[in-house]
């Protein structure tokens, strides 16, 4: 018996017509749309690799971060100004000084920034520094927030909920649709599950990736750093991640040098890691296409 309002992916025509395969034939069984930000393609193959910092903190963090970041040859920088904090007494964020840091960071690197918006009254603001605008883990179903972000003519980076289903998430996509912004990148970020807390700090659902790309033809990128919250592991998961089909990464990374990060330091990896991963990533994608051709 199916339970009233409890959603299974035969629901998605009906949740999702806007972005999901059935009812959008011409993306066939596995196109999926590019995605671009400033220059840079997501879903067009070659996967996009993000770094920086989990908080704006400082210049001199930021503006160290991000020359590790294009030093280690990834594709954007991220990097939250506003922070949805656990504890309201915890550090929110620089605001509007920290996106005025990633501009600066932008023009020294020529890296697009992606960067979080929690605030419908702070929409516009971000939108005037961000070339993505970021809808966090918490945030995944504030569809207030998703339509004053869709309105802003920017790309989204939409992450899962981290107690969402697919159905869920996808239903949070649709929203910013149905304003008429396609401009979508989903991304996993780890989910709560009976085991999350014990050795890491979320659950990776890898296993949501063949089926993101089976249901929709949006992006999906996966960040490895809030998944696991342990930095040894952010390598070997990105590295799955490019096996299960993810379009990209996003990962937090720090210049232990300039300081310890006030958030998510046990999670952050440095530079040298990153360009590990971002090499990876190209070799991952160049041997994808020896062996399309070779079986073409
Ligand atoms: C982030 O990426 O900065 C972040 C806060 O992640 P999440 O919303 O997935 O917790
Ligand atoms: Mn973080």
Redesign the pocket.
């Known amino acids: 018996m199916k339970i009233a309002g409890q959603l299974t992916i035969d629901d998605l025509p009906r949740i999702a017509p806007l972005l999901c395969r059935q009812t959008n034939p011409q993306y066939g069984e596995d196109q999926t749309r590019v995605v671009e930000v400033r220059g840079v393609r997501f879903g067009n193959g070659r996967p996009v690799v993000i770094g920086g910092p989990?908080a704006v903190e400082s210049h001199d963090q930021t503006l160290a971060v991000a020359h590790a970041v294009k030093r280690a040859g990834a594709d954007m920088l991220?990097g939250?100004a506003y922070?949805?904090r656990t504890s309201p007494h915890d550090f929110q964020g620089t605001g509007v000084e920290g996106l005025c840091i990633l501009r600066i960071a932008r023009e020294e690197t020529c890296l697009p920034i992606v960067t979080?918006v929690m605030d419908t009254r702070l929409v516009e603001q971000v939108a005037e520094y961000a070339d993505m605008l970021?809808v966090?883990?918490?945030n995944m179903q504030n569809y207030t927030l998703l339509k004053e972000v869709a309105r802003a003519g920017k790309p989204v980076l939409l992450?899962r909920g981290?107690a969402a289903s697919l159905c869920e998430w996808l239903g949070a996509a649709e929203y910013i649709a149905k304003q008429g912004n396609l401009d979508i990148v989903l991304c996993e970020?780890g989910i709560k599950a009976f085991a999350a807390g014990e050795y890491s700090r979320y659950v990776l659902d890898l296993n949501v990736i063949p089926a993101v790309l089976a249901n929709t033809f949006l992006p999906v990128i996966v960040?490895p750093s809030?998944a696991t919250g342990v930095a040894t592991m952010v390598e070997p998961a990105s590295r799955a991640a490019l096996e299960f089909g993810a379009h990209g990464l996003?990962i937090e990374v720090a210049d232990f040098a300039t300081g310890r990060p006030r958030c998510d330091a046990d999670q952050a990896i440095n530079g040298e890691t990153l360009a590990r991963i971002a090499k990876f990533a190209r070799e991952h994608h160049e041997r994808l296409l020896v062996e399309q051709q070779a079986a073409a």
Request: with cysteine; glycine share 12%.
């Open positions: 989990c991220r939250g922070k949805p979080e970021q966090g883990s918490r992450k981290m970020r960040d809030h996003m």
